[in-house]
């Protein structure tokens, strides 16, 4: 419980990220090289001119430990690190669970459709996900960013952009489809062949539900 309370904590937080950044009167995402802020009322410079050796080049400002000014400091270019950490954690987040849904949506399809109808379905489903699962998930991953992250992809219609964030999540979901697609064929696999099912088919049921029996084991009356 402590460890939940701990992660949505966090979850929350990410979320908040565009709140803060609007409260702290920052954009995580420019450089501000020459931003001047309050502290006490006296002025400190974001960047400091630095003090050692020659006194070459800058020194940005340390952690203020105060919400709204720079909490966690202000990194090599000047931007408020506690609202680019938040937006690091939203983005994370967003493909995350993107990447999720991706995955559950073609992984449950996969392993749905191989499991019912079997046969040549079933052989040629099962062996691409075998050659996905023949190659280490992180290697796989890193291959697939390579080729896609410098092209983009293109698939008829639709045009994924090099920096789009789509394609991670369109690289995770594809490297973890087996690990879904697997287990989901098995149970279809196991419920196709279980006594009430091939009853159900020696009564005269069918795939969709029709049965030519004059009395179905499915029907209302029974």
């Keep these: 419980m402590a460890s939940l309370a701990v992660f949505l904590l966090i979850v929350f937080a990410c979320l908040s990220a565009p709140f803060y950044a ?49 909490f966690l400091g202000a990194d090599s270019q000047g931007r408020d690190v506690m609202a680019r950490m938040l937006y690091g954690g939203l983005i994370s987040l967003l493909i995350s669970g993107a990447a999720t849904i991706f995955t559950l949506i073609l992984g449950t399809a996969a392993g749905l459709i191989a499991g019912y109808f079997g046969g040549v379905t079933d052989t040629v489903l099962s062996r691409l996900l075998d050659v996905l699962w023949a190659f280490p998930i992180y290697l796989l991953a890193i291959s697939l960013s390579i080729v896609t992250i410098a092209q983009g992809i293109s698939i008829g219609p639709i045009e994924i952009e090099s920096g789009s964030l789509w394609l991670p999540v369109i690289i995770i979901g594809i490297v973890y489809i087996p690990y879904v697609a697997r287990p989901i064929r098995g149970q279809v696999l196991s419920l196709r062949h279980s006594e009430f099912v091939l009853a159900a088919i020696n009564l005269g049921c069918r795939g969709r539900g029709s049965c030519g029996a004059t009395s179905c084991p499915t029907s209302p009356q029974r």
Excluded: C, N
């Design 22 to 70: 609007k409260w702290a009167a920052v954009d995580p995402f420019a450089s501000t090289l020459d931003a001047v802020i309050q502290i006490d009322g006296v002025d400190v410079p974001v960047m400091e001119q630095s003090t050692e050796g020659l006194g070459l080049g800058y020194t940005p400002l340390g952690p203020t430990w105060r919400l709204g000014i720079y």
